[in-house]
């Protein structure tokens, strides 16, 4: 692994989830792949443990003001470990090109979630229905344990209209929660990468999680004084770019088209 290339990854993941919050963690898998050319299974499990830790870090800074709501966290979280459990048992049944092909497909759906976002402002809020809130959070489980994605572009939006939180304690909320979720298929990763006998690199988890922490931080800061609808509307742009390029890449094998 060449050091060189895990530190701009690092900053450009911690970056993003900074500047952007929900959506910005769905570029540690390319990264890990393209960047440190990672395998992909490899990948996807070490993002479920970067973007884990990442999450933690930033839900920890909420506790003191009260953002978080534990009803929200169980009512969510616990379907979503679940769920993320099932979706990494799930993927030792799929191929690494698929999954990178899904990951893709779910990188599109953020593309056009951040280029026409949910008016969450004004939307009518439904009745907190908590089988609402569970099935919604055992369902995004499935898709971050099996593509590597917390999940946070789908998190909010539900957690806002099925939960009826508003958007500070959704932001804060469904970082416990995409925490929990993460390190749940994290662990079932762990006996999946044993079984195909490939292995992860700490060390690259550790300065990739490290540098991402500190870039959020930093990039929470420069969100402050630059224009959000801007800088999401250039990744939405962005991720279609990727989004096709790994669709490209990855698509024709998944397939079983290649020659």
């Known amino acids: 692994m060449d050091l060189m290339l895990a530190v701009p990854g690092a900053i450009a993941i911690g970056l993003s989830l900074g500047l952007l919050g929900s959506g910005g963690s769905i570029l540690t898998v390319p990264v890990l792949v393209y960047l440190i050319g990672q395998d992909e299974k490899v990948a996807i499990a070490g993002s479920l443990f970067i973007v884990g830790s990442i999450a933690l870090a930033g839900g920890l800074q909420f506790l003191r003001v009260g953002f978080i709501q534990w009803r929200s966290v169980l009512l969510f979280g616990l379907p979503g470990m679940l769920g993320t459990y099932l979706g990494a048992m799930l993927s030792a049944y799929v191929s ?9 497909v779910v990188m599109l ?11 969450l402002q004004r939307t009518e809020v439904s009745a907190r229905a908590a089988w609402k809130i569970a ?18 572009f789908l998190i909010v939006p539900a957690l806002v209209l099925l939960g009826g939180l508003s958007m500070h304690q959704a932001v804060a909320t ?21 079984q195909q006998s490939l292995e992860l690199d700490w060390k690259t988890l550790g300065i990739v999680t490290a540098l991402g922490i500190i870039g959020s931080v930093v990039g929470s800061k420069l969100a402050r004084r630059l224009p959000q609808d801007r800088l999401k509307r250039w990744f939405g742009y962005f991720l279609i770019v990727m989004g096709i390029y790994i669709l490209a890449r990855s698509g024709p094998a998944a397939l079983g088209l290649n020659s």
């Open 109 to 119: 759906i953020a593309s056009a979630l951040m280029l026409r976002p949910i008016d």
């Open 96 to 104: 690494g090109v698929m999954q990178l092909a899904l990951f893709a």
């Open 135 to 152: 099935v919604d959070g055992l369902v995004v489980g499935v898709i971050t344990g099996l593509v590597g994605v917390g999940g946070g």
């Open 174 to 194: 469904s970082l416990i929660v995409i925490a929990l979720k993460s390190f749940s298929g994290f662990y079932k990763y762990l006996d999946v990468l044993e």
